[in-house]
């Protein structure tokens, strides 16, 4: 069965250097009987200038908007829009900023705020001078200092309302894009909408849900909202206030809990991922984890070999950075030096492009320096130190495969880790494993490595020594491994999960119609669909509370509705 899907990206595919492109352009790929129409929100000009890689030919179009640069649409509101925009904003603002955290009836405010902006966005445009508008600010003030709001945002000053009115207007802008109509190429007229992440990228899905009745699918393989939380997202440099900071988790907070209640089906990527969904409101019902598909060939011909790697040679690969705690594991590379000096670390990888990993590699370097000063005899020549930085793909490590040849054991030490793909390119690689029990760690390994607990340089040593001076255990380790990487982080795996839920969504969904097909010469074929899909009903059991809705579905679909 054909299936149109509207996959909606943030920050992602099809830009070249987009982070989920990979997993994007692998499903776009591995589904060459489904159709797709690509929306694309970009987060910089950096990443715009990047430029787009070449879709498959089942990508019929590809829609791009930019999150990062102001768009005016030269709208202005007389006093009637004005009036309505300024109630609008206020339901949304009381719920952000509303103490009582999981209630039915701030999540209704929230819902209300955001659908009646959406629609004043469609029938007059002009978002983007409303939520820089004086009235905007007074708004969010006012809500700031209402009854019953948050302790964290009553402080706030005039300067955090600007910054927070600056980001609201960016992470609503995609309330007013053309994408949303019943014609060819909009949102209107697809099967399936799967969003990227729980954030802006969802928010056309919700209105494509909320103006056309298009089933929602949501993909989260690392959640964002935890960013917003910690106030990291993005890796701004500028500190944030914290009353700023407060409004920013909570405004994200109820955005992600209102796109998991509207969504059909919400696929995270691991057990880390989908915890922070479920108490985020997400229904457990909905719920299917679907791990990530990866490239394996190059790391598969590593595993199916009989070479197990040099036993005396520990390998790390990642992006260096302050999570990734390097200095655990050069503590624990040191106590491990101490019982067998012929040990060496290789660190495989280069800095993060922001923030601080430049700094953090130095800092690295420098404590590698101190903790193994050159040697004048012993096993080394002068000049040598036992742990060597190597840039992934430069000279000294040709390919990340070779690297992980080379291993006797494969490490991660992280200290706040989301999926580790290290981990699972070990795992394809037949290596043991010793690694930190953070992020989704534990339930990728199940069983075919060594866990111990972060920031524990004794307990990561130990592990390794015990790995070291085993050969058996290191082998049957990394042939378990192995396999379970096969088993469970394959393209084709990844591909067939997400093929079955658009047919389950599809199925639980009224096809709606505008037009009779035609053949290549505009004829039309009579009898080019069966008359079921005609019928204006749903076809599984509602649950009392969308029965309104289900209702108001079939009859857009006997109306006419959208095209597929």
Same mark, same amino acid.
């Given at each position: 069965?054909? %299936?149109?899907?509207? @996959?909606?990206?943030?920050?992602?595919?099809?830009?070249?250097?987009?982070?989920?492109?990979?997993?994007?352009?692998?499903?776009?790929?591995?589904?060459?009987?489904?159709?797709?129409?690509?929306?694309?929100?970009?987060?910089?000009?950096?990443?715009?200038?990047?430029?787009?890689?070449?879709?498959?030919?089942?990508?019929?179009?590809?829609?791009?908007?930019?999150?990062?640069?102001?768009?005016?649409?030269?709208?202005?509101?007389?006093?009637?829009?004005?009036?309505?925009?300024? #109630?609008?904003?206020?339901?949304?603002?009381?719920?952000?900023?509303? #103490?009582?955290?999981?209630?039915?009836?701030?999540?209704?405010?929230?819902?209300?705020?955001?659908?009646?902006?959406?629609?004043?966005?469609?029938?007059?445009?002009? =978002?983007?001078?409303? @939520?820089?508008?004086?009235?905007?600010?007074?708004? =969010?003030?006012?809500?700031?200092?209402?009854?019953?709001?948050?302790?964290?945002?009553?402080?706030?000053? $005039?300067?955090? *309302?600007?910054?927070?009115?600056?980001?609201?207007?960016?992470?609503?802008?995609?309330?007013?894009?053309?994408? +949303?109509?019943?014609?060819?190429?909009?949102?209107?007229?697809?099967?399936?909408?799967?969003?990227?992440?729980?954030?802006?990228?969802?928010?056309?899905?919700?209105?494509?849900?909320?103006?056309?009745?298009?089933?929602?699918?949501?993909?989260?393989?690392?959640?964002?909202?935890?960013?917003? +939380?910690?106030?990291?997202?993005?890796?701004?440099?500028?500190?944030?206030?914290?009353?700023?900071?407060?409004?920013?988790?909570?405004?994200?907070?109820?955005?992600?809990?209102?796109?998991?209640?509207?969504?059909?089906? &919400?696929?995270?990527?691991?057990?880390?991922?989908?915890?922070?969904?479920?108490?985020?409101?997400?229904?457990?019902?909905?719920?299917?984890? $679907?791990?990530?598909?990866?490239?394996?060939?190059?790391?598969?011909?590593?595993?199916?070999?009989?070479?197990?790697?040099?036993?005396?040679?520990?390998?790390?690969?990642?992006?260096?950075?302050?999570?990734?705690?390097?200095?655990?594991?050069?503590?624990?590379?040191?106590?491990?030096? #101490?019982?067998?000096?012929?040990?060496?670390?290789?660190? %495989?990888?280069?800095?993060?492009?922001?923030?601080?990993?430049?700094?953090?590699?130095?800092?690295?370097?420098? @404590?590698?320096?101190?903790?193994?000063?050159?040697?004048?005899?012993?096993?080394?020549? &002068?000049?040598?130190?036992?742990?060597?930085? #190597?840039?992934?793909?430069?000279?000294?490590?040709?390919?990340?495969?070779?690297?992980?040849?080379?291993?006797?054991?494969?490490?991660?030490?992280?200290?706040?880790?989301?999926?580790?793909?290290?981990?699972?390119?070990?795992?394809?690689?037949?290596?043991?494993? %010793?690694?930190?029990?953070?992020?989704?760690?534990?339930?990728?390994?199940?069983?075919?490595? =060594? %866990?111990?607990?972060? *920031?524990?340089?004794?307990?990561?040593?130990?592990?390794?020594?015990?790995?070291?001076?085993?050969?058996?255990?290191?082998?049957?380790?990394?042939?378990?491994?192995?396999?379970?990487?096969?088993? @469970?982080?394959?393209?084709?795996?990844?591909?067939?999960?997400?093929?079955?839920? +658009?047919?389950?969504?599809?199925?639980?969904?009224?096809?709606?119609?505008?037009?009779?097909?035609?053949?290549?010469?505009?004829?039309?074929?009579?009898?080019?669909?069966?008359?079921? $899909?005609?019928?204006?009903?749903?076809?599984?059991?509602?649950?009392?509370?969308?029965?309104?809705?289900?209702?108001?579905?079939?009859?857009?679909?006997?109306?006419?509705?959208?095209?597929?």
């Amino acid at each position: 069965m054909l %299936v149109r899907i509207g @996959l909606v990206t943030d920050g992602g595919y099809p830009y070249a250097n987009g982070e989920s492109g990979p997993w994007c352009d692998r499903l776009v790929r591995g589904l060459h009987d489904h159709e797709f129409d690509v929306y694309a929100l970009s987060r910089s000009a950096r990443q715009e200038r990047s430029g787009l890689v070449d879709p498959p030919p089942q990508v019929h179009r590809v829609h791009t908007a930019p999150l990062w640069a102001p768009v005016d649409d030269g709208g202005a509101y007389g006093r009637r829009e004005r009036r309505r925009f300024a #109630e609008h904003l206020g339901r949304l603002a009381l719920a952000v900023c509303d #103490e009582r955290a999981d209630t039915d009836e701030r999540a209704g405010g929230f819902a209300a705020g955001l659908y009646g902006l959406a629609e004043l966005a469609r029938e007059h445009g002009g =978002l983007y001078a409303a @939520l820089r508008s004086e009235t905007a600010l007074r708004v =969010l003030e006012s809500a700031c200092r209402a009854p019953g709001a948050r302790r964290s945002v009553r402080d706030a000053a $005039v300067a955090d *309302h600007l910054a927070f009115a600056h980001e609201l207007e960016r992470a609503l802008r995609p309330l007013s894009l053309d994408w +949303y109509d019943t014609e060819e190429g909009g949102l209107g007229s697809v099967d399936v909408c799967h969003a990227t992440s729980a954030g802006p990228a969802a928010l056309p899905g919700l209105l494509a849900k909320r103006f056309f009745g298009v089933p929602l699918l949501v993909t989260e393989y690392g959640v964002r909202l935890r960013a917003h +939380y910690l106030g990291t997202d993005g890796g701004r440099e500028e500190p944030r206030s914290a009353p700023l900071r407060a409004l920013l988790a909570a405004f994200h907070g109820a955005l992600a809990a209102e796109v998991y209640r509207a969504a059909s089906l &919400v696929t995270p990527g691991n057990a880390h991922a989908r915890r922070w969904q479920q108490r985020c409101g997400a229904d457990r019902a909905k719920l299917r984890t $679907v791990h990530p598909g990866m490239e394996a060939e190059r790391f598969i011909e590593v595993g199916e070999g009989d070479d197990t790697g040099d036993r005396d040679t520990l390998v790390w690969v990642g992006v260096i950075e302050p999570a990734k705690d390097l200095e655990t594991l050069l503590h624990a590379f040191a106590r491990i030096r #101490e019982e067998r000096p012929q040990t060496r670390l290789r660190i %495989v990888g280069g800095p993060a492009g922001t923030g601080e990993g430049p700094a953090y590699l130095a800092h690295c370097r420098t @404590l590698a320096a101190q903790l193994f000063p050159d040697e004048a005899t012993g096993a080394y020549a &002068v000049g040598e130190n036992p742990v060597s930085f #190597e840039e992934a793909g430069g000279p000294e490590s040709a390919e990340l495969a070779d690297a992980y040849a080379g291993a006797g054991i494969v490490v991660l030490s992280s200290a706040v880790e989301g999926f580790p793909v290290s981990l699972v390119e070990a795992m394809f690689c037949g290596r043991a494993t %010793v690694s930190t029990d953070v992020g989704a760690v534990v339930e990728v390994i199940g069983g075919t490595g =060594l %866990v111990v607990p972060a *920031h524990n340089p004794k307990a990561f040593a130990d592990a390794c020594l015990g790995l070291l001076g085993d050969d058996g255990r290191r082998r049957r380790l990394g042939a378990a491994a192995h396999s379970r990487a096969l088993e @469970l982080f394959t393209i084709s795996q990844n591909v067939t999960a997400f093929r079955a839920a +658009y047919l389950e969504i599809v199925s639980h969904t009224p096809v709606r119609r505008v037009a009779q097909a035609v053949g290549a010469g505009g004829a039309p074929l009579p009898f080019a669909a069966a008359a079921e $899909v005609y019928v204006p009903v749903r076809w599984a059991t509602e649950a009392p509370g969308d029965r309104r809705e289900a209702v108001g579905a079939g009859a857009a679909a006997g109306a006419g509705g959208r095209d597929v």
